[in-house]
């Protein structure tokens, strides 16, 4: 390259040169596009593979051969290394997967997320990323429309807990605009309420906004794990009378043990007596809401100031793809988040600088994750995700037929989601009387 008669060199760096062997590069990605085929993709639904290959981390260590070097490795043994990693990993999209609240393959999600990874924009600007800042409000729009609101806003973020993170920092600004500039220094002691069911994101959450756990009231549930909306209403008052400061109640649906909803509508009713943000956690049952015959189960959602919804859940949208959804529509999310960074979001631009939503999003750099949703729900329509909430129901009330005429398993309550918890009990147990031991050894067996 030196020999080159126009080469520009700097700090003994020829500028003018290839950055990197573009052809070796597309063959490699040809190659290992091909392993992701057969290896993941036309392996997914098969049984007879193994869900796991199971090896312990420091075995696992010398196989992958994890250590970085001064040299790159060749082509062939990072294909190698590709093969290792999809045989070890764990197979989330195999039939029997059931480690977590998501599961399976969305071929169309899949086909979005090659082409988002393709392109690696980043949604803040409209001018960076026309496609996906639409393809955000439009989904967003039709998400807001399922909930029951006439308008609202809303953003894609990085899981449920930034969902419940957002909704909880959005509702102390309505109650306190004045902390975005002045800070914690000079507000009440605020206190927030939420069941003991609820996910523990919002424990960290308060930890995070530096409201404090201690100050996140844990509100009684009845046996189906559902907040009491009595209870609530005591903490409320109680809460009060010590001179503490109230302003969120989380309401959750579908919770990540029993699967329990809350009584969104009682809730909803204390929540306007007095005067409190209503956020509804529905990371997990929100997709029922595409249901018509098992929306029924968030009924009174349309009363929430904010909703999680999570559709990389039930819809198999893909990791990750979680919106916050928030009624207000005046523009609450922007002037909570907003920074206003000038070199980035001028307000003299050649187009409709509202478009320009990344000044409401605590990130800067943003994954367009409505896109896998969109391009989902484009290929199934609205009948076939509602199919997908539906057969999941269906499946899980299978379940629980077969727990009930089986020996040894024994159902802890019938499901009102696709949660559905048991014991198994052994052989070993079944004729052992009830008591502390019998409940000891049965907590080893699971």
Known sequence: MLQKKNAVLVDGVVLNGPIMDSKGGEKFVEEACKIIMEEVIQKADDVTEKVCEWRAPETLKQILDLEMRDTGESHQKLLQLCRDVIQYSVKTSHPRFFNQLYAG????????????????PSVYTYE????????????????????????????????GSVSNMYAMNLARYRFCPEIKEKGLSGLPRLVLFTSEECHYSMKKAASFLGIGTENVYFIKTDDRGKMIPEELEKQVQRARKEGSAPFLVCATAGTTVLGAFDPLDKIADICEKYGLWLHVDASWGGSALISRKHCRLLHGIHRADSVAWNPHKMLL???????????DNSG??????????????QQDKFYDVSYDTGDKSIQCSRRPDAFKFWLMWKALGTSGLEERVN???????YLVEEI???????LLLEPEYANVCFWYIPPS?????DGPEFWQKLHQVS
């Open 105 to 120: 393959i969305d071929y169309y999600s899949l086909a979005a997320r090659f082409i988002t990874e393709a392109l690696n």
């Open 404 to 410: 009930k005429n089986r020996e040894g398993f024994q």
């Open 128 to 159: 960076v990323s026309p496609v996906f800042l639409l393809v955000e409000e439009a989904v967003i729009k039709k998400m807001i429309e399922f909930i029951g609101w006439e308008e609202g806003d809303g953003i894609f973020n990085p899981g």
């Open 391 to 397: 057969r999941a129901l269906a499946l899980a009330r």
């Open 317 to 327: 949208a893909g990791i990750q793809c979680c919106a916050l959804l928030v009624k």
């Open 429 to 433: 147990l079944r004729e052992m009387e």
């Open 332 to 345: 609450l999310l922007k002037e909570c988040y907003s920074a206003k960074a000038s070199y980035l979001f």
